[in-house]
């Protein structure tokens, strides 16, 4: 396992791939940087060397606490992180035992910030999401008791399990942070942050995600099996027989939601280049009209560029964003946004390889 020391963004982004013909038909404007698999530790060749800036620090104490027990996972770790620090919200996408919830435990940990799960299943009531009015025998009267969404690090697992009008209790709670029972308006604690997750791979007994639902979420990430290596310390770590829950209490709180509210806070203060918001604009609104793509994606997909880009340039010790923090959000923040055509899915087509070429066809600005 690597020094998490090291895993400061951003390493080198994959090679450019050939010039692809845009979707309308015309020839690409000019080269685009290539679309990575998505959020990484890495996001593309530096500027200028990282300064060790207040953000830095944090995000690298972070990494290095997380990674004592956490293995590999870069995408998940650093696209939730990312999240976090821009006010979002992760669905993750991923087979059954890659330790999502252990993820969520540390990070809660590590984050100094309360921890919260939800299992998602088909009789799932949204009252058992938010909470709901019981009587009081002393006084008669019905006071509000608080559901488990009343805390800072929520995982809703498996949450397709559950039926549209569950889903509809979330949107709210993830949109304006407050719950609304009996015309009356309880506030969540911030940060408040929604992890989900979904398997890929089981569909008896699941339901869509509505588009609202998942407009919702800033990023959808794609968690994949680990690589050898970080496999092979899961299972030394595993092999020594010691109580997970106690590797948990030995981690410290490297922060405070106060302080992740402040540095959120400093994220969006990261400086954009008028060119750099055309460059979002562009490719958020060539989702649209792409031949490939039946539904593009919402206004709300460029808010989520913009400060997912902010929030990679902070990490990388700069107070300016530049394309290359656009490319590397592009596929986590628009994969679940958009619907591919019939003709695409029957050819095989994925909707990453699509936005890849998307991507590339749209000119880079020089800053």
Not at 324 to 352: S, W, Y
Request: some cysteine; proline content about 8%.
């Amino acid at each position: 396992m690597s020094d998490p020391s090291s895993e400061s963004i951003p390493p080198s982004a994959p090679e450019a791939a050939p010039a692809a013909t845009r979707g309308d038909g015309q020839a690409p404007a000019a080269s685009a940087p290539p679309a990575s698999a998505g959020v990484s530790a890495a996001v593309g060749p530096e500027v200028v060397s990282p300064e060790l800036t207040p953000v830095k620090q944090l995000y690298d104490r972070i990494l290095a606490e997380i990674r004592k027990i956490y293995v590999g996972q870069d995408e998940l770790v650093v696209g939730t992180l990312v999240a976090l620090f821009s006010g979002g919200h992760v669905l993750i996408e991923s087979v059954p035992g890659l330790g999502k919830t252990l993820f969520v435990r540390t990070l809660g940990r590590v984050l100094g910030c309360k921890f919260g799960r939800i299992q998602f299943t088909a009789d799932l009531m949204p009252s058992d999401i938010t909470g709901s009015p019981i009587l009081d025998a002393r006084t008669q009267d019905f006071r509000f008791r608080p559901g488990p969404v009343f805390t800072q690090l929520l995982l809703a697992d498996e949450i397709n399990r559950s039926p549209a009008k569950t889903h509809a209790a979330l949107l709210e709670i993830m949109q304006e942070y407050r719950v609304t029972v009996d015309n009356a308006s309880h506030r969540l604690e911030r940060p408040f942050l929604v992890l989900a997750t979904q398997n890929p791979i089981e569909s008896e007994g699941t339901y869509n995600l509505p588009e609202a639902q998942l407009d919702r979420f800033m990023l959808k990430i794609v968690a994949e099996y680990p690589a050898a290596a970080e496999e092979h310390e899961i299972l030394r770590m595993h092999s020594e027989q010691v109580d997970f829950d106690l590797r948990l209490d030995e981690l410290r709180p490297v922060t405070t939601p106060a302080e992740i509210l402040s540095v959120t806070q400093t994220c969006g203060q990261v400086r954009i280049d008028p060119k750099l918001i055309d460059y979002i604009n562009r490719i958020v609104r060539l989702t649209r009209d792409w031949q490939q793509i039946h539904l593009g994606a919402s206004p709300r997909a460029g808010i989520a560029l913009l400060q997912g880009a902010r929030t990679l340039a902070a990490f990388s010790g700069r107070d300016y964003a530049v394309p290359d923090d656009v490319a590397q959000i592009v596929l986590p923040a628009l994969r679940h946004r958009v619907i591919l055509t019939a003709e695409a899915e029957v050819e095989g087509r994925r909707v990453d390889e699509v936005l890849a070429e998307l991507l590339r066809s749209v000119e880079v600005p020089r800053l």
